[in-house]
């Protein structure tokens, strides 16, 4: 297969271009081959029609997967319930405009809680939290605090939340860079500075205590790494290959995966130098910017598309694991996100058309080797097994009380069962051996002898089970004798005998 070529399309003087080529080992469409089945198992979960069709822009889960989040061009954000399918909240104000981006913000309060805060970046240039509170009717019961971060024309392009140091980092349509101190819902400017003119495609906190910013920009393709406490020059300035449309940092920020435009694939690249390792041929013909996202640390990857289409890669061995289909059509799925590494739910979200889908990876079932003739394991004999030691012990303990009654109680119905035979026998009524109504009268006796000696055993409280066992088998085998080809008419009989 030949290589994927992209071209790198970098500064040069004054607003010209400098075109370069490189290339990049691609990975295998290889979604019909047979690979570990824990990849290819995320199944449709959820469906949501939203009111309007314009757009989604952005979309993000809760770190427990409970919520979804949902904003885009018809100015709305939306939190739909995985568990319910529903949408149970809206979320706008006359000020945002467009939603542009979403980013959770958490922060340790003095009582040791976590507090969630949902920062919404707008297309009017503003920045809203709002509390999330999970106890309450409605995961967001109080206001947003909105606050105009940039120009009214000059939206919100990229936001980053540092939960280490309680920062977050806003950059906006013409260059513009703020980082803020962040205090429940209220916002502390730390520092601001431009860029330059540049769409911001990615934004990062980066380093083992976020000590450093990633900038990526759209049309420059300029990776810039920023010191996070300051402002001041960027500490080095990487030039990645063609326009970058979006861009996603692994958890353990070992890779990054672009959206290369130029070419229509996505490109992954090694931190630590910052080198390109390979291509995803996702085969995008319209460049157009779509979405990625990693997910299982740095092995994995969602990728959007320019069709109906959401790509699952294994970027770690290169193919592409599993396609998902959005809506019907040719329209785009360039919005997808996946869930937090904390969540014990995996789901995946992508939108289409006004339509967000959730998928869901199942969890693997660990086969148990069984016979064939075994009975399936049910809750009802899992419960039976932990009461069976202590109803043992119970009907031990109460033997005096319940066994006479159940002797007499077996008596009398075999005494009813031999007259009633009897009687109707002499009516000629029915056609009875002679054997069977001897076999009626060894039990009566045996059930007699049964009798008493459970009487005198209870009356001396000497309970010797021996003994109660042998009397009990007595009487057993008198009615397991019973092989003549009347034996079931007999159970039936007496059956019959009992309701007189």
Same mark, same amino acid.
């Given at each position: 297969?030949?290589?994927?070529?992209?071209?790198?399309?970098?500064?040069?003087?004054?607003?010209?271009?400098?075109?370069?080529?490189?290339?990049?080992?691609?990975?295998?469409?290889?979604?019909?081959?047979?690979?570990?089945?824990?990849?290819?198992?995320?199944?449709?979960?959820?469906?949501?029609?939203?009111?309007?069709?314009?757009?989604?822009?952005?979309?993000?889960?809760?770190?427990?997967?409970?919520?979804?989040?949902?904003?885009?061009?018809?100015?709305?954000?939306?939190?739909?319930?995985?568990?319910?399918?529903?949408?149970?909240?809206?979320?706008?104000?006359?000020?945002?405009?467009?939603?542009?981006?979403?980013?959770?913000?958490?922060?340790?309060?003095?009582?040791?809680?976590?507090?969630?805060?949902?920062?919404?970046?707008?297309?009017?240039?503003?920045?809203?939290?709002?509390?999330?509170?999970?106890?309450?009717?409605?995961?967001?019961?109080?206001?947003?605090?909105?606050?105009?971060?940039?120009?009214?024309?000059?939206?919100?392009?990229?936001?980053?939340?540092?939960?280490?140091?309680?920062?977050?980092?806003?950059?906006?349509?013409?260059?513009?860079?703020?980082?803020?101190?962040?205090?429940?819902?209220?916002?502390?400017?730390?520092?601001?500075?431009?860029?330059?003119?540049?769409?911001?495609?990615?934004?990062?906190?980066?380093?083992?205590?976020?000590?450093?910013?990633?900038?990526?920009?759209?049309?420059?393709?300029?990776?810039?790494?920023?010191?996070?406490?300051?402002?001041?020059?960027?500490?080095?300035?990487?030039?990645?290959?063609?326009?970058?449309?979006?861009?996603?940092?692994?958890?353990?920020?070992?890779?990054?995966?672009?959206?290369?435009?130029?070419?229509?694939?996505?490109?992954?690249?090694?931190?630590?130098?910052?080198?390109?390792?390979?291509?995803?041929?996702?085969?995008?013909?319209?460049?157009?910017?779509?979405?990625?996202?990693?997910?299982?640390?740095?092995?994995?990857?969602?990728?959007?598309?320019?069709?109906?289409?959401?790509?699952?890669?294994?970027?770690?061995?290169?193919?592409?694991?599993?396609?998902?289909?959005?809506?019907?059509?040719?329209?785009?799925?360039?919005?997808?996100?996946?869930?937090?590494?904390?969540?014990?739910?995996?789901?995946?979200?992508?939108?289409?058309?006004?339509?967000?889908?959730?998928?869901?990876?199942?969890?693997?079932?660990?086969?148990?080797?069984?016979?064939?003739?075994?009975?399936?394991?049910?809750?009802?004999?899992?419960?039976?097994?932990?009461?069976?030691?202590?109803?043992?012990?119970?009907?031990?303990?109460?033997?005096?009380?319940?066994?006479?009654?159940?002797?007499?109680?077996?008596?009398?119905?075999?005494?009813?069962?031999?007259?009633?035979?009897?009687?109707?026998? +002499?009516?000629? /009524?029915?056609?009875?051996?002679?054997?069977?109504?001897?076999?009626? $009268?060894? !039990? &009566? #006796? =045996? *059930?007699?002898?049964?009798?008493?000696?459970?009487?005198?055993?209870?009356?001396?409280?000497?309970?010797?089970?021996?003994?109660?066992?042998?009397?009990?088998?007595?009487? +057993?085998?008198? /009615?397991?004798?019973?092989?003549?080809?009347?034996?079931?008419?007999? $159970?039936? !009989? &007496? #059956? =019959? *005998?009992?309701?007189?």
């Amino acid at each position: 297969m030949a290589s994927a070529k992209g071209v790198t399309m970098t500064s040069g003087g004054a607003g010209g271009k400098v075109l370069k080529e490189q290339e990049l080992s691609p990975v295998v469409n290889d979604s019909n081959h047979q690979h570990p089945p824990w990849q290819e198992n995320f199944a449709i979960f959820r469906t949501y029609k939203l009111p309007s069709i314009l757009p989604i822009n952005t979309l993000l889960f809760s770190e427990d997967a409970r919520l979804l989040i949902s904003g885009g061009d018809d100015e709305t954000v939306y939190v739909l319930d995985t568990k319910t399918g529903e949408c149970i909240q809206t979320l706008e104000d006359d000020n945002w405009g467009q939603i542009t981006t979403v980013v959770w913000g958490q922060q340790e309060l003095p009582n040791r809680e976590n507090g969630v805060v949902l920062c919404i970046g707008t297309g009017r240039g503003c920045l809203a939290l709002v509390a999330l509170d999970y106890d309450a009717t409605e995961p967001f019961p109080v206001g947003a605090n909105t606050s105009p971060v940039f120009a009214f024309n000059d939206s919100v392009e990229k936001m980053a939340f540092d939960k280490l140091n309680n920062r977050l980092a806003v950059t906006s349509h013409s260059g513009e860079i703020k980082v803020f101190a962040v205090n429940n819902t209220s916002l502390r400017l730390l520092w601001a500075d431009n860029i330059g003119k540049v769409i911001t495609s990615g934004l990062f906190f980066f380093g083992g205590s976020n000590q450093s910013l990633l900038t990526i920009g759209l049309e420059t393709s300029e990776m810039k790494c920023l010191d996070a406490s300051k402002r001041g020059p960027p500490l080095w300035t990487k030039h990645l290959i063609g326009g970058i449309g979006s861009a996603s940092l692994s958890s353990d920020e070992t890779l990054l995966l672009v959206d290369n435009l130029a070419t229509g694939n996505f490109d992954v690249y090694q931190i630590a130098d910052n080198s390109p390792l390979r291509s995803l041929p996702i085969g995008s013909t319209r460049r157009f910017s779509k979405q990625c996202a990693f997910f299982e640390g740095s092995k994995i990857a969602v990728c959007g598309s320019d069709t109906n289409k959401v790509f699952i890669v294994d970027v770690a061995n290169n193919y592409v694991v599993q396609t998902l289909t959005t809506c019907r059509g040719t329209y785009m799925t360039q919005t997808v996100c996946v869930t937090p590494s904390s969540s014990r739910n995996v789901f995946v979200a992508a939108a289409c058309r006004g339509y967000v889908y959730i998928w869901e990876k199942s969890t693997p079932q660990v086969q148990v080797n069984v016979r064939a003739d075994d009975p399936p394991p049910s809750r009802y004999r899992r419960v039976g097994s932990a009461i069976l030691p202590y109803l043992g012990f119970a009907v031990a303990g109460t033997v005096g009380h319940w066994l006479p009654h159940a002797w007499k109680l077996g008596q009398d119905i075999i005494m009813k069962t031999a007259d009633y035979l009897i009687q109707n026998g +002499a009516d000629r /009524t029915m056609e009875l051996p002679r054997e069977a109504v001897d076999k009626i $009268f060894e !039990m &009566a #006796a =045996a *059930a007699s002898r049964a009798l008493d000696m459970s009487s005198a055993l209870v009356s001396s409280r000497t309970l010797d089970m021996a003994a109660i066992a042998t009397t009990t088998y007595t009487a +057993a085998t008198a /009615t397991a004798t019973m092989t003549s080809p009347s034996a079931t008419s007999l $159970f039936d !009989m &007496a #059956a =019959a *005998a009992a309701g007189h």
